[in-house]
């Protein structure tokens, strides 16, 4: 009898330490699929964005107007966005910088999980979280380097606040 009991701590025990690791397996997974949106931004999006050239040693930063206009279908997130740039800033003084006023439109693409947007708009990633009305991000491009879609452009890292205009 003092042998089955024993017999059958043993068994308990392992089974025990099975389950535990099957638990800790379990645990470690990672959520990869897209949340439902929180809210549709469809529409018009206008605020304001600061950036500066993405180097280590950046010549100019800059700061104006951004504008979005979405179209959300589910998950996916498109539609078109232009900054008009109001204020240059001369950082190195014997570099150039771009000059004042608005840039082309541009197309953009990218989806939505929960209160998270992330889209891009040819070289420019952008991440932002969202409220009803209210939406704050942050965009990068070309990471330290000149950019390799063949304008030879110097790459962007910035951040923006927008509201919903309708």
């Given amino acids: 009898m003092k042998k089955i009991f024993i017999g059958f701590a043993l068994a308990s025990?392992?089974?025990?330490?099975?389950?535990?690791?099957?638990?800790?397996?379990?645990?470690?997974?990672?959520?990869?699929?897209?949340?439902?949106?929180?809210?549709?931004?469809?529409?018009?999006?206008?605020?304001?964005?600061?950036?500066?050239?993405?180097?280590l040693n950046p010549a100019c930063s800059y700061e104006g107007a951004i504008?979005?206009?979405?179209a959300q279908k589910n998950n996916e997130l498109e539609g078109t966005w232009h900054t008009t740039i109001t204020k240059i800033n001369h950082i190195l003084k014997d570099i150039p910088c771009g000059s004042e006023g608005r840039n082309p439109e541009a197309i953009l693409k990218g989806t939505i999980?929960?209160?998270?947007?992330?889209?891009?708009?040819?070289?420019?990633?952008?991440?932002?979280?969202?409220?009803?009305?209210?939406?704050?991000?942050?965009?990068?491009?070309?990471?330290?380097?000149?950019?390799?879609d063949g304008t030879r452009a110097v790459g962007a890292i910035g951040k923006f606040s927008a509201t919903r205009k309708e």
């Fill in 13 to 55: 025990i392992i089974i025990l330490i099975a389950s535990c690791t099957a638990q800790q397996v379990s645990e470690n997974k990672v959520l990869d699929t897209a949340i439902s949106p929180a809210r549709d931004l469809t529409g018009v999006w206008e605020g304001t964005a600061t950036w500066k050239n993405n180097v």
């Fill in 67 to 70: 504008n979005f206009n979405f």
């Fill in 113 to 148: 999980s929960s209160s998270t947007a992330k889209f891009s708009s040819g070289p420019i990633d952008f991440s932002a979280t969202f409220t009803t009305d209210l939406m704050e991000g942050a965009f990068e491009s070309c990471p330290d380097q000149i950019c390799s």
